[in-house]
């Protein structure tokens, strides 16, 4: 689904593989395997991609024909990877533009960005397993098994993981704009 969906703004910004990829300074190698789902695309290459298009992250998933429901599956779900030391994250959602809602793996020691960012929404996370540390607008709060944190995601914020634990939390975010 994202293969396909990044192919088409492709095309509708007349862009070639090897122009995009120097747009978003990545391989065009790369590219080409994320259209063609041989590999699922770091947080980092969604961020510099969607900021190509001048768009959001949410709106490289965006699904037209998103069904009335939807059957999230373990093992099946997109993954949003990051660089080492950061966070993994699995969509439940279907890109639909209205919910975006992630199950976020945190490793010991893993953060979900290397600085806190902001974006237009709103954002709860609770911690299903594990302590989260939030940092939100600048300050520190945390968050154990079962707690929740709803904010202004225009605070710059991130998560990470201070304890020496792996720890599981599930984020949703309204609008879309992760």
């Known amino acids: 689904m994202l293969g396909d969906r990044l192919r088409v703004l492709r095309q509708q910004h007349s862009l070639t593989l090897r122009q995009l990829a120097t747009a978003a300074d990545v391989s065009p190698a ?6 063609n789902g041989a590999t699922d695309p770091s ?3 969604l961020r510099k991609l969607a900021q190509v298009f001048d768009t959001s992250i949410a709106e490289l998933f965006s ?3 998103a069904p009335a429901v939807h059957i999230s599956r373990a093992g099946s779900r997109s993954l949003l990877t990051a660089p080492p030391g950061q966070i993994t994250y699995e969509r439940l959602t279907p890109g ?4 975006e809602v992630l199950q976020a793996h945190l490793a010991p020691g893993d953060a979900s960005s290397a600085e806190p960012w902001a974006h237009p929404s709103t954002e709860c996370a609770i911690v299903i397993s594990g302590e989260v ?5 600048g300050e520190a709060y945390t968050l154990t098994t079962g707690e929740a944190v709803t ?5 710059a914020h ?11 939390l599930i984020i949703a975010v309204t609008p879309p704009n992760p």
């Open 158 to 168: 991130l998560y990470r993981n201070a304890s020496d634990q792996p720890a599981h």
């Open 133 to 137: 540390v939030a940092d939100i607008g």
């Open 96 to 99: 639909r533009g209205d919910l």
């Open 30 to 35: 790369l590219l080409s395997q994320i259209e």
């Open 151 to 155: 904010f202004d995601s225009r605070l």
């Open 63 to 65: 699904e037209p024909e």
């Open 43 to 45: 947080l980092a290459t």
